[in-house]
């Protein structure tokens, strides 16, 4: 396709304030790419991937541009250069001769390595690399920066790659059928986003000194009432606590995903439990992760850790709009808490006064505030608050039937959104076809062997699925109930 021109001059459009700041928040210890695998039960061909992509995914004018910064601001520009071919790749993992499980390595080693270099600059920042031979089947690892849009955002662009039937034609809209509304009773909030804005400016516009300045609270409350203490709670957070989990971090990431859990199975125990869905996996991501810090000699006991959760701002049918539209909120992970039904309490309960807190939309202000700030200021804000979490968590219910990409079934998929800052953990969670799928990335610094945390994932689980079908069904599962079923289970022969 030609590049659009007006004028005699390549086409140019300014780049919001959101989607600057996180163009700006790219480091070589942590690239803003929103990386992901998927992994198809048929052999799929470059050919085929790319005539997909270029109908599809390019039908979006924006992966056809790149992303400028200068002294005047961030703005879209056609790439006159343009070139798929370099955009969609081929690659091989070698054959191992070792089964399935040392394939899944060589793939979890090929996407590290992949999301440990950086996008070029001077291309559109998003690349997709095909292993056309991979367990019988084929695997693509799809990289696209978070400049583009938010994750929740881009696995809707990927899945509209995709058909619900082998056999493409009408009738496989998928606009429908794959993701459920959460955060939808935030998103009518988002008006008031711009008046948040202005407060986060004016902080972030005064250097962040004022984080010092008691008079601070006082201030904002009179300007901002509800959204100011909000924010006064958000600047008020103490650093995270020191844990191998936190640390210098170097250029190399680590990725590996756990092998599917049952759906319904994760549903019942929340059902027996009176949690959500998301409440179950957060709680089984703490004891995955105590157990993992365990073993390497840390002391836990007492420990909470905070995750920076990312919410979604709009409705889902203008998630093909691209862009970021997302706030952030802290949730508390009790790695500490050696009791898996009292964890889950402590998450559930977390999560209780998250939903009615506006700490995402005083995020996403702040983010808008940021995109305006000058670079030294925006480094301080990313200091400040990316100090005040040890990981990045993401939960995202995808489609529950099968999909295909050029006729090939879509066996499983994973994503991982980027850390900023200082954070050097992602816990990514993504419901599909029935399973559960759960994915970490980490610093090859803090957490080289991945897939030691990842492996852990599914004994949690299983702790918490037996203690369920041992409580009584007759009465509230409690955290009594679960002290006494497992010293029960500790006296049983």
């Known amino acids: 396709m030609a590049t659009q021109k007006k004028r005699g001059r390549t086409r140019r459009e300014a780049m919001s304030k959101v989607d600057t700041a996180w163009l700006r928040m790219e480091r070589p210890t942590n690239p803003m790419m929103i990386t992901g695998v998927l992994m198809f039960a048929e052999r799929m061909t ?16 924006r992966f056809r541009q790149k992303a400028v910064d200068s002294a005047a601001g961030a703005h879209w520009e056609d790439d ?34 992949l999301a440990s270099t950086p996008l070029a600059k001077d291309r559109p920042l998003w690349q997709f690399h095909l292993i056309e031979r991979y367990r019988g089947g084929s695997a693509l690892v799809a990289r696209i920066h978070h400049c583009y849009a938010d994750g929740i955002a881009l696995v809707q662009v990927l899945l509209s790659l995709t058909d619900t039937r082998p056999d493409a034609g009408a009738g496989n809209d998928l606009s429908k059928a794959w993701l459920k509304q959460d955060g939808a009773e935030v998103a009518r909030r988002v008006g008031a986003v711009e008046r948040y804005r202005k407060i986060g400016g004016r902080l972030v516009g005064k250097g962040m000194e004022m984080v010092q300045d008691p008079t601070l609270a006082t201030m904002l409350a009179k300007e901002g009432g509800e959204i100011a203490r909000e924010l006064v709670y958000a600047l008020a957070l103490p650093d995270d606590p020191p844990s191998l989990l936190r640390g210098e971090l170097g250029v190399s990431k680590r990725v590996a995903w756990a092998e599917p859990l049952s759906l319904d199975e994760v549903k019942a125990v929340g059902r027996a439990c009176g949690c959500t869905v998301n409440d179950v996996l957060m709680s089984v991501a703490a004891g995955a992760l105590r157990s993992y810090m365990v073993e390497r000699g840390e002391r836990v006991d007492g420990l909470t850790l905070r995750a920076t959760v990312p919410v979604n701002l709009r409705p889902l049918e203008h998630a093909r709009k691209l862009g970021n539209h997302f706030g952030l909120v802290f949730l508390d992970l009790p790695v500490g808490e050696a009791n898996p039904v009292r964890r889950l309490e402590f998450v559930s309960e977390c999560m209780s006064q998250l939903k009615t807190s506006r700490q995402a939309i005083v995020a996403y202000g702040l983010l808008a505030a940021l995109g305006m700030a000058p670079q030294a200021v925006q480094e301080l804000a990313l200091e400040l608050f990316s100090r005040k979490a040890t990981a990045v968590a993401t939960n995202v219910p995808g489609p529950q039937q099968p999909l295909y990409m050029s006729g090939r079934r879509l066996d499983g998929m994973m994503f991982w959104v980027p850390q900023t800052g200082s954070i050097g953990l992602g816990l990514s969670i993504l419901s599909y076809d029935g399973a559960v799928h759960f994915g970490l990335i980490g610093d090859g610094r803090l957490i080289p062997d991945p897939d030691a945390v990842v492996g852990r994932f599914r004994a949690e689980f299983e702790t918490l699925l037996y203690l369920a079908l041992m409580g009584d069904w007759k009465r509230d599962f409690d955290s009594t109930d679960a002290e006494t079923v497992m010293r029960d289970a500790a006296l049983s022969p």
């Open 80 to 113: 006159p250069h343009f070139d798929l071919a370099w955009h969609v790749q081929s690659a091989a993992l070698g054959s191992s001769g070792q089964g399935d499980a040392a394939d899944k390595l060589a793939l979890e080693q090929f996407a590290s390595q």
């Open 46 to 61: 470059l050919d085929d991937l790319r005539d997909v992509v270029a109908e599809r995914f390019l039908s979006y004018a």
